[in-house]
């Protein structure tokens, strides 16, 4: 089934505003991680500041260490901007940042194989800046800036390798062999970084992107079947989506009329007769749920219910006489109780081949029944004034749902049919 173009607009929109609220939160994290370990290194700093060279190059690193800060708060307070006014972000702006964030590792080992030595400087805690940068990337929501940051480490933390290497190798005590390759390794474990950073990333928008689809879906099957869906057929409906188009399908129709309902309105309020109809809705609704049916229209003083559409069980007729029989026993106990003034109901039920789909306008669409089968659902239900009956059903039904205990009724006549129709009372 193919989304409309709205909502897969509105699932691009849901998501780039998701990719900035994740954006946002990195750069959260980074400010406050950068702003820990500057801390860190302020305390140890003015612990030994009194002893000369004990910390060589340490000044020039906390300023990177602060820029970084600073520049993640700013960057955030940019993203903050953008979410609040619906703005897209720049494309090239993670790139940008990417080049600076990892441009910061490199800077900051370069301080201090000035200030100490480069053997010290490459193996020092500032290239695990890089891993930190790499490993928040994911949170970007996007793998080509993960790749982009990893290929610019590896490249940076590479080129200082090269830089240094007539001055690391000499002062090296033990294998030059494994001295290189545990340089290379290091270059390379860098790239694969931003590798795994991008795989992160992926997988995380796509979670993402299947959860928005998913609510939404979950939004367009409630929107479709109004508030009288059963949690189990909208969970159904979400693992079998109805398509968008009408199809044909054999149905059961069942038909509900409260019998003398003008006369009880006439005599009462507004309020009263809304309360009256919302106890008999909620027992009546309830049941045709419970049932595996749907109410798809209400109709004043009635209401239709729909068994084997959007979803067919394969004993529809069955499940709609049981839904028939329910309503009239909670008609009656609630009448009983005194929860509702005497009452009486009409149900007809009737099955056969109807049209069932999204009808409507392109602004309105509404799931709907269409076909004989409803019309004659209709003039059953009207023949319980005629024959002083609760529950009418045609042959169809009782054969389908194999009744036992229906009172046989002569064929009545029904209009627009060149044949009677036999029906049965249901006891």
């Known amino acids: 089934m193919h989304a409309p173009a709205s909502s ?12 900035l609220v994740s954006e946002r939160w ?30 060589p190059g340490m000044g020039g690193v906390m300023i990177v260490v602060a820029f970084g800060a600073l520049f993640e708060l700013g960057t955030r307070q940019l993203l903050a901007h953008f979410l609040k006014h619906n703005r897209p972000r720049p494309a090239a702006g993670p790139y940008i940042s990417s080049l600076i964030e990892m441009a910061l590792p490199t800077y900051a080992i370069f301080i201090l194989a000035r200030a100490d030595t480069p053997a010290a400087a490459m193996s020092s805690a500032a290239p695990y800046g890089y891993y930190l940068y790499l490993i928040l990337a994911a949170l970007r929501l996007e793998y080509r800036p993960c790749l982009f940051a990893g290929t610019v480490a590896a490249l940076g933390y590479g080129a200082l390798t090269l830089l240094y290497w007539p001055q690391i190798e000499p002062a090296w005590v033990g294998s030059h062999s494994l001295l290189r390759l545990n340089f290379l390794l290091r270059i390379v474990l860098l790239f694969l970084g931003g590798l795994a950073a991008a795989f992160v990333s992926m997988r995380i928008k796509t979670t993402l992107l299947e959860t928005v689809r998913q609510t939404q879906e979950r939004a367009r099957i409630v929107d479709l079947f109004g508030q009288h869906v059963s949690r189990a057929v909208v969970n159904q409906l979400l693992t079998q989506p109805v398509g968008e188009t009408s199809e044909q399908r054999h149905v059961c129709i ?4 409260i ?32 049932h595996n049916g749907i109410v798809n229209k209400f109709l004043g003083d009635g209401f239709l219910a729909v068994f084997g559409a959007p979803l067919s069980y394969g004993n529809d007729c069955r499940n709609a006489l049981a839904a028939a029989r329910r309503i009239v026993s909670e008609v009656e106990r609630l009448t009983t109780e005194g929860n509702l003034p005497p009452t009486r109901v009409g149900i007809a039920l009737h099955a056969g081949n109807a049209v069932v789909g999204n009808i409507g306008s392109r602004e309105r669409k509404e799931y709907t029944v269409i076909g004989d089968v409803v019309n ?6 009207a023949l319980n004034k005629e024959l002083g009956s609760t529950v009418l059903i045609s042959e169809t039904v009782r054969q389908a749902a194999d009744v036992q205990d229906a009172e046989t009724i002569a064929p009545m006549p029904i209009r627009g049919r060149r044949e009677p129709v036999q029906l049965y009372r249901v006891i």
Request: glycine share 6%.
């Open 8 to 19: 897969l607009v509105d699932v691009e929109q849901e998501l780039a505003r998701q990719t």
């Open 26 to 55: 990195r750069c959260t994290v980074l400010a406050g991680v950068l702003g820990l370990i500057l801390g860190v290194m302020v305390v140890y700093w003015v612990a030994l500041c009194q002893t000369p060279g004990a910390l």
């Open 254 to 257: 069942l038909v509900l009329d």
């Open 259 to 290: 019998r003398n309902f003008t006369t009880f309105s006439e005599a009462r309020g507004a309020d009263e007769v809304v309360a009256y109809l919302n106890t008999l809705w909620s027992s009546m609704v309830e049941a045709v749920n419970e």
């Open 376 to 381: 004659v659902a209709f003039r059953i239900e």
